[in-house]
């Protein structure tokens, strides 16, 4: 199963807007990554955020993290054409017992076009 | 130039044939990992390894086969026995194995596998 769950599945913007993506995950996490796929290519890593922070910054993105809800979201701030790519969270998957199998699961993306 | 390789980027096959998928990485890191990924889906780990001449099944391993003789090398066979093995194949590695907290994973340029 998917550990996390992104949303929305797909957003259209105009360059200059700010881009909101939504993730959701249902077990206790160590840590939370989020990753960028250009279309048909590798994953490149964006930010990595830990169960014990809130908020972290680099450069126009800004992600947070919500323990006790089980979410974070991804900010990209002054959206490019270049901002253009499908945005995954991955996170480390934890049995009931809080084992950790030090494994990061994906969730579906959300796919972001920044028309110019 | 530091980075994963994977070969090669397209790739077709019949049905019943094995097929190797090749990744290589000079960044001397420790672990490293299988993905499938499916048109609009996010990623599934399908074997993963901690160090040399250990590795461990993922999630959806059924049909699929590894070998980690060397630090810089993890291939990956689809076997005969992967019943629906036409996808985009992603190879990834992280410095170290820790238990409970995973680390930023560098990812190869992909392979797209098609059988025929």
């Known amino acids: 199963s998917q550990q996390g769950e992104e949303d929305p599945q797909a957003l259209s913007i105009q360059e200059g807007e700010n881009a909101t993506m939504n993730c959701s995950y249902k077990?206790?996490?160590?840590?939370l990554q989020w990753y960028r796929q250009n279309s048909g290519r590798g994953l490149v890593h964006l930010i990595l955020?830990?169960?014990?922070?809130r908020e972290k910054h680099s450069g126009r993105l800004r992600v947070t993290l919500d323990t006790s809800k089980k979410s974070s979201s991804l900010l990209i701030t002054a959206s490019r054409a270049a901002d253009t790519a499908s945005y995954f969270c991955a996170g480390t998957t934890r049995d009931a017992g809080g084992t950790s199998y030090g494994k990061l699961t994906f969730g579906q993306g959300t796919i972001l076009t920044v028309h110019p | 130039d530091g980075g994963i390789t994977q070969s090669p980027k397209y790739l077709f096959r019949k049905e019943g044939q094995n097929v190797t998928l090749s990744c290589e990485q000079n960044?001397?890191?420790?672990?490293m990992y299988w993905y499938r990924q499916d048109p609009g889906q996010g990623l599934r780990l399908i074997y993963y390894?901690?160090?040399?001449?250990?590795?461990q099944k993922g999630d959806i391993a059924e049909g699929y086969s590894v070998s980690r003789e060397k630090k810089e090398s993890f291939p990956l066979t689809v076997t005969s026995a992967q019943k629906n093995p036409t996808a985009f194949y992603l190879c990834?590695?992280?410095?170290?194995?820790?238990?409970?907290?995973?680390?930023?994973?560098?990812f190869g340029p992909g392979t797209r596998l098609t059988v025929l």
């Open positions: 990834a590695s992280s410095i170290a194995w820790r238990e409970g907290l995973m680390d930023e994973q560098f």
């Open positions: 955020i830990r169960s014990n922070e």
């Open positions: 390894s901690q160090i040399v001449n250990d590795f």
């Open positions: 077990t206790s996490i160590n840590n």
């Open positions: 960044l001397n890191h420790d672990a």
